[in-house]
């Protein structure tokens, strides 16, 4: 009895150790540092083997642990415990991510645990707490030897779609939840079952395929919503680049007629200038000056990418009767890339124009973009009337949500910034921070209403 009382020891210290390991090298967006995510997963190890012994020693003192029922009973007892153990703390305390996305990687992992648990105890012929060196070497070369291929092949890519990806992680950690209840009732069947004749593999066989095209259409599905997510963006940086195209030609065409009418303005001033009216000079040439600065006042600020923004959604909204508003005091972003900086400005901007697009009356638009200290602030504010739903206080209507909406926090995440949506007073806000790793000397830029 008291062999097997250690052997049932050493599996599940095994159990914990594999746990923890994977638990720390699942976590894509953590919490804290490296270091102290570690040290939660250890600490949840020790917790875990705690409460299995203390289990197991209360088990004995209800009567031992001899009878299939005890075992039965102490397996059962430790599985829960120890998934609400590890569950919760990748949760809670090891991943940054939002509980749905934690919960789709725990649920994830349990199913394939599950599959290696039930592969071992079909070719071993043992369950819950037996183990001998076949089953605590088959443990240790499974899961290692699936860690390493996760590691080098999976990681990488998954942590880019994991990042990225804002949407429909509710309906997949339901479904993989529910796969991993499937293989749960899966293993207790193959324990209950004394004789395993070949209807009784085929089932087992067919189970775990079921689980495991579950979570391939699973990822793929999360595959195809980032595909979504990206050719939104290319199609946003392409408008974006169509209606720079059109800016630069618009100023061609502006610098062609200024050329072809410098001769009449010096005409005018030559005259003037013979009739030694010098008064007319300085009155011609000060409206000189004001139609010159009407004619190329968009120039916003010295970063370019932000300053084409401005001047192409500015125009826009111009053009559509929008009053608007820009406060930019901006040096050049080196922290930050311009690919980011367009997902971010262009998708806020642009949900900014459609809105007021949808308003009535007067509209109005203010921007300000500011940088203090190493922080980059940028604030949009836009004409809202209409009642606005937030849920975990982002915005679910119509008026400044849509696919670019994740686009931008996930851009955002990427420089540890924030994003606040609110409405006060008739007015959308967005208001974001992000973190800008090189703050030069702020050179041009101000306040300019259209």
Known sequence: MNNINLNALITNIINNLMHGLWFYCLVLEIKHSRKKTAAIAAATVLLSQLAMMFLAAWVRGQGGIGSDMSVMLLYLSGYLVTMVIFGGSYVFFMSGSEPAKSLFMVSTYYSFWTLIYLTISMATYTFAGAGDWAVWSMRLVLNLGSLFLYQRLLKQRLMRMYKEIRIGYGTAAAVSSFAFLVMTIVIFYNQSVKR????????????????????????????????????????????????????????????????????????????YARKKDYQ???????????????KYSGDFCRNHVVNNLLCAYVNRARQEGVEVSVDVRLGETTGISDYDLVTIFANVLENAVNACGREAGKRRIEVALRQKSDKLVFVCKNTCTAEVAFKNGIPRNQERVGVGVGSVLSSVEKYDGAVDFSVADNMFICQIILNNMMTPKIRGGGRKKC
Request: without cysteine.
């Open 196 to 271: 395993q004749d070949l209807l009784h593999m085929a089932m087992i066989f067919l189970s775990s395929s079921m689980m495991l095209i579950i979570h391939v259409q699973l990822f793929y599905y999360i595959v195809q919503q980032d595909y979504g997510s990206r050719l939104k963006q290319m199609e946003l940086h392409e408008k974006y680049l169509r209606v720079q195209i059109n800016s630069y030609e618009q100023m061609e065409q502006s610098a062609r007629q200024t050329r072809h009418d410098f001769r009449h303005h010096n005409m005018v001033v030559a005259e």
């Open 280 to 294: 007319a000079i300085l009155t011609y040439l000060q409206e000189y000056e004001v139609r010159e600065e009407d």
